[in-house]
């Protein structure tokens, strides 16, 4: 046996169901592979979480099967899940999604309630063996505790939990390595805190990291996002000294492999049927419903209202950027809500008092907050958009610096010492682009419905929909 060994390890993270790009991943999986198992040298090949995101035909109309048919079929080893996997899919989804996976899920701080045990289909941690080399494998998802409790999960916190698996497997293995989608600053943290972690593989706040990172004698790796980068870390094992010698982390193109014929033949028969399977109607619409993002839309209004209907609130506000494309009179299907409604964002009510009622609807008139940018957040559109309002009459000046004239809430002139109840959308809670709604009281989040689902009910209702052409922000000429 020699003294030294060489492990490579292949990974992605942050795929999000953009399966244009995974046929050139597992033509890089496989030609790697090949050429340093010709070698004699170790190969790992490993996903990092959200690899499934339901804005995604395929992933929507499968409930993910159709990413567990890629995983598959690109000869992928060992992952883990991220918030797309653990909080995008109710939990009798997410129990069904690993049941034809040929690989091994590690998921160490999920936790299925019955038991107090790691779900049945995944693994809390494993060890993988050579002759000459064993590689403990540890995983964790971001503890977004009240979402998962919410589906049904319960999740320990990762740092004691990893530092308690570190403990026990290092006697037992030679190398440790950690599928981490809690993000670069906590994956910073564990390196720091935790004694014995080689190797991290991160996600979910989707950096490239060229040259992996050092922090004492772990590296962090990570390779952005959308499958556009396949990263590779690659180890060097001395069995004489009992010790890693060497340590390098790169990134590969996946744009310079060409796609493998298999899975692009395996994804162009699953567009065919996640086709045929959207296109069925959810519900039917009595009037075309515009898009729009600089001025108010009825459509934008009827969202409001959906979600204020939906929480019991006495306001809805929702962003006109949530919607993405037009709705036409008569039957809609599963496939135009999607498209029209690709997030995986929920429902959520919070309390504002009504002098911060009134600051969130100057903030949201102001251009510069129409037209921002949004990236992240569950946002799978461009721009912020017109707010939408319901519950609302807005009386304003536009121009250059939009401002706030008067404003009644359900027929009453708004109080600015009275609290309401407020039906909006949860990115707004973790973006701070309006932080006195991150920051009212006895928020409460609605799962596991996102937008969609709530449209293909609310969107039946006639009146509900004909309200929304009264207009609720109205403009004042001095």
Known sequence: MADTCTLHILHTN???????????????????????????????????????????????????????????????????????????????????????????????????????????????????????????????????????????WDLREPLPLI??????????????????????????????????????????????LEHGERIGRTLIAQAGRYGELVGHVRLTWDAAAKQVSGLSAELFRTNDYQPEPELDDYLRRETLAAETLLDRPAVSLSTD???????????????????????????????????????????VSYKDLLTCVPHPINPCAVTLTGEQLLSVLKRAVQPEMVQRELRGY??????IGWMGVDGLRVWYRPGEQPDIERVEVNG????????????????????????????GGEIRFYLPELLR?????????????RAGFEPRWLPVTI
């Open 14 to 152: 942050d795929v999000h169901s953009n399966f244009s790009n995974m046929p050139q991943i597992a033509s890089c999986l496989r030609q790697n592979r090949q050429r340093w198992e010709a070698q004699g040298e170790r190969v790992l090949t490993v996903d990092i979480g959200d690899h499934v995101d339901r804005m995604s035909l395929k992933t929507e109309a499968t409930w993910g099967r159709a990413n567990v048919g890629v995983l598959n079929r690109s000869g992928y080893q060992y992952v883990t899940i991220g918030n797309n996997e653990g909080i995008t899919f109710p939990k009798e989804k997410l129990d069904a999604l690993y049941e034809h996976a040929d690989f091994t899920v590690v998921a160490g701080n999920l936790i299925e309630p019955a038991s107090g045990q790691t779900p049945q289909w995944a693994v809390p941690y494993a060890v993988h063996h050579w002759p000459d080399l064993r590689v403990g494998i540890l995983g964790v998802t971001i503890p977004f505790v009240p979402f998962y409790r919410m589906m049904g």
């Open 163 to 208: 530092r308690e698996q570190v403990a026990m497997l290092r006697p037992q293995v030679d190398v440790i390595v950690l599928l981490s989608h809690l993000g670069y600053q906590a994956d910073c943290q564990l390196a720091r805190e935790v004694d014995g972690l080689d190797v991290i593989l991160g996600g979910h706040t989707h950096h490239i």
């Open 289 to 331: 419903l515009d898009i729009g993002w600089t001025n108010e839309t009825p459509f934008g209004s009827v969202l409001a209202a959906s979600l204020r209907k939906w929480t019991g609130a006495e306001v809805g506000l929702a962003n006109g950027g949530l919607l993405l494309t037009t709705l036409k009179h008569g039957p």
């Open 378 to 383: 569950g946002f799978r559109g461009n721009q």
């Open 412 to 439: 009453e002139p708004l109080d600015l010492g009275r609290s309401y109840r407020v039906g909006t959308v949860d990115m707004f809670m973790f973006s701070r682009l309006f932080p006195e709604l991150a920051d």
């Open 453 to 465: 689902d709530i449209l293909a009910v609310t969107l039946g209702d006639d009146v509900l929909v």
